[in-house]
């Protein structure tokens, strides 16, 4: 059983890393036990570094399968001893025993108003879409439909006329880098009513 300790959490990522950074640079009251990439050549690594936390580099082809993948980031979990997985870019599907084993703990950010636009080119399904608010969206993680999960915050962001995707994306990932610290530090202190399971 944890006992009062701060919580520990790790971020998992796979490229630029600006919601790590956002998420470290917001000092949370937790620690950060340290941060798994799944490329090597990730530079959200280097704002690890920056912040003295641990790293460790899981990359597919080190492993047989899905599964074995996702044993290895297991056992790294464990060895840390995190309470809270992070999800910030990480551009794998996880198996359902792991997202089973980390169910209520495991979180995610997602660049649309879910359950509009899951899976990929979220800010390109939305123009194609003509919606004029899109943002994102902190979720957990569960077994099931990619980006499924239970909503825990969102923030909206307006669609300009003439936006390219690039340009949407560069205004929701602003509001991302406030949503997700300011969300975890809730979710972390016990502070934001759990939605129930579906
Ligand atoms: C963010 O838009 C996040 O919502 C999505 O992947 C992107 C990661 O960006 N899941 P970064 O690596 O945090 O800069």
């Known amino acids: ?3 009062s300790r701060r919580p520990r959490y790790a971020v998992l990522i796979s490229g630029r890393g600006s919601n790590l950074r956002a998420i470290l640079e917001a ?3 937790a620690d950060c036990a340290g941060v798994i990439s799944s490329r090597s050549n990730a530079s959200g690594l280097e704002i690890a570094h920056a912040h003295d936390v641990p790293t460790a580099t899981l990359v597919n082809r080190s492993f047989a399968d899905r599964a074995a ?3 290895a980031l297991d056992e790294a979990l464990e060895h840390w001893n995190v309470d809270w997985v992070v ?3 990480f551009m794998r599907i996880l198996t359902d025993g792991f997202v089973r084993k980390w169910q209520g703990k495991l979180v995610n950010i997602h660049p649309s108003l879910l359950p509009d636009f899951p899976g990929l080119h979220p800010h390109q399904q ?3 879409a003509g919606v004029d608010t899109t943002g994102c969206t902190v979720h957990l993680v ?3 439909d990619v980006d499924g999960g239970r909503v825990l915050a969102q923030a909206s962001v307006p669609v300009h ?10 205004r929701v990932l602003h509001a991302e880098h406030q949503l997700y610290p300011e969300t975890l530090g809730r979710l972390f202190a016990g502070d934001l009513p759990m939605p129930h399971p579906p």
């Open 1 to 3: 059983m944890k006992t």
């Open 27 to 29: 000092n949370l009251d």
């Open 69 to 71: 993948f996702d044993e």
């Open 87 to 89: 999800l910030a870019g």
């Open 126 to 128: 939305a123009l194609d």
């Open 142 to 144: 569960e077994p099931g």
């Open 161 to 170: 006329d003439g936006d390219t995707a690039d340009r949407l994306a560069d």
